[in-house]
């Protein structure tokens, strides 16, 4: 009787054992996965499993949710259904946190000011200035609706006198080729499709707009997890030094995940600091981003873009 009853406890046991490690495995982690234009650490991170390596051992597992749409990172995170947006625009962030998203920056995932651009096919546009009248379309509430009011304003040229047509990429850049639109606010493959098809860049972020993208963490995911943000900027760090290690491997997963060729990966690659530091200069850009969304009523109240990261 003692070993029936010493065997059924130990059976017992071990049920509660495998119970409590099915519920441990059960903890679940969002990151988004956002590969274009050419986010190299996010492409590397997925192939190589550095986020599963990271967070497996703490018990979670590791899900990329591809949400390219900065807006909708914030939805799904203010859903509770992300917990990492890592890759999202520093506008789209800084809108969701003025609405009152509990959202944080882990660190910069980016700065591309040169990667962000207006193109145009006619040869009569040589400047902003002569836009004046023209169609541009392009996403509002973004780097690149930043970039074409600040183009203007190099200018001296009044908001209101382009029309600024709300439109996604792909259609806008649709759009020039078709010819029923003066200029479309591009970036990355879709801006070199539109220059492969006879457009050209008119201006693009240099000098204008740093193309800001930033490491997003839920608020509530930090509650749960202390060094989330610390974690997710290692991690990032690891996936640019095997990046810097292995330069060809690099390129070639980058093709695969892409379409891009590897000739266009590398010169692309040039156009892009990856490097998570926030430095004084992208709280800066950040803060005069905030102060552009506060000046077009696309953000309700300031935030002050120091006070949200983690430290």
Known sequence: MKKVFALGLGVLMSLCLLSAGAGAAEKSLAITYVKSPLNIPSILEKRLGLLEAEFGPLGYSVSHPEITSGAQ?????????????????????????????????????????????LVVKDPAIRSAADLEGKKVA?????????????????EGVEASRVEHI???????VAALMSGSIDGALAAGPLALKALEGGARVLFNGEGLVEGT?????????????????????????????????????????????????????REMAKLYDFD????PEDLAELE?????????GLATRFVDPASLVVR
């Not at 005069?288 to 077009?296: I, S």
């Open 213 to 265: 993208i930033v490491v997003g963490v839920s608020g509530e995911a930090l509650k749960e997890q202390g060094d989330l943000a610390k974690r997710m900027v290692d991690v990032h760090r690891r996936a640019l030094a095997y990046a810097e290690e292995h330069p060809e491997e690099t390129v070639k997963i980058a093709s695969e995940e892409t379409g891009l060729s590897p000739e266009q990966v």
């Open 166 to 172: 709300e439109m996604g990429i792909p259609a806008a």
């Open 276 to 279: 998570p530091t926030v430095r």
């Open 288 to 296: 005069r981003t905030m102060r552009f969304l506060v000046d077009e």
């Open 138 to 154: 392009g996403p509002k509430g973004t780097v690149l609706h930043q970039l074409l009011l600040a183009g203007l304003k190099r």
């Open 73 to 117: 990172q914030s939805q799904a995170m203010a859903a509770g259904s992300v917990q990492v947006a890592n890759c999202i625009g520093g506008t789209s962030l800084l809108i969701a946190a003025a609405q009152g998203l509990d959202i944080r920056i882990a660190g910069i995932y980016s700065r591309s000011p040169k990667s962000f651009c």
